[in-house]
């Protein structure tokens, strides 16, 4: 385990979930969905793009589950160039208690913003809504990466700590 991984499984439950809240502010876009059913759309259409059948859909995950969640997103962020040095700066220097101010009803949001965030810096998509209302993804063909490695690493780190549905990659 890294000096980092270390300092991530140190922060309080309300820290990591605020560092994940403050890192998705800053890394979204105008098309981040920012409802919790829209989140879980947009992050299954993205399982269903790279072949999975696994869901997000969610049993009810507990506020602990969903900062175990941000602790194990924090790190798939840590690994990112994009995004490691502002995870490094924030897991230094932690919110103070009274600024952190994430109402424990929404963990699970901030996780599933987080997700979505990592998928935009690190894959290279944008998530749309069609005139359907269903979600989908819109690759930057010139900066196409491995979306399948990205968001695997997603699902098989948090879909424990979170309850997701477990699901198999499928022939397409």
């Known amino acids: 385990m890294t000096e980092l991984e270390k300092k991530i499984e140190a922060l309080t439950d309300q820290e990591?979930?605020?560092?994940?809240?403050?890192?998705?502010?800053?890394?979204s876009d105008a098309m981040t969905p920012e409802n919790e059913s829209d989140q879980t759309a947009a992050l299954d259409a993205a399982l269903q793009e790279s072949g999975r059948t696994a869901s997000v859909q969610r049993t009810a995950a507990t506020?602990?589950?969903?900062?175990?969640?941000?602790?194990?997103?924090?790190?798939?962020?840590?690994?990112?160039?994009?995004?490691r040095t502002?995870?490094?700066s924030r897991v230094a220097e932690?919110?103070?208690?009274e600024a952190l101010a994430v109402p424990l009803v929404l963990a699970a949001p901030v996780v599933?913003?987080?997700?979505?965030v990592v998928l935009q810096v690190a894959a290279h998509v944008h998530f749309v809504v069609g005139s359907d209302g269903r979600w989908s993804l819109k690759y930057d063909?010139?900066?196409?990466?491995?979306?399948?490695?990205?968001l695997l690493k997603i699902v098989?780190?948090?879909?424990?700590?979170?309850?997701?549905?477990?699901?198999?990659?499928?022939?397409?």
């Open 63 to 83: 506020p602990e589950q969903a900062a175990e969640g941000a602790r194990e997103l924090l790190k798939i962020m840590a690994g990112l160039p994009e995004m």
């Open 112 to 116: 599933l913003t987080g997700c979505i």
């Open 94 to 97: 932690p919110p103070w208690q």
């Open 156 to 172: 098989d780190r948090l879909s424990g700590v979170m309850g997701w549905l477990p699901g198999s990659r499928h022939a397409r």
């Open 86 to 88: 502002e995870v490094e």
């Open 16 to 27: 990591a979930l605020s560092i994940v809240a403050s890192l998705g502010a800053e890394f």
């Open 141 to 150: 063909p010139s900066k196409r990466a491995p979306l399948d490695n990205i």
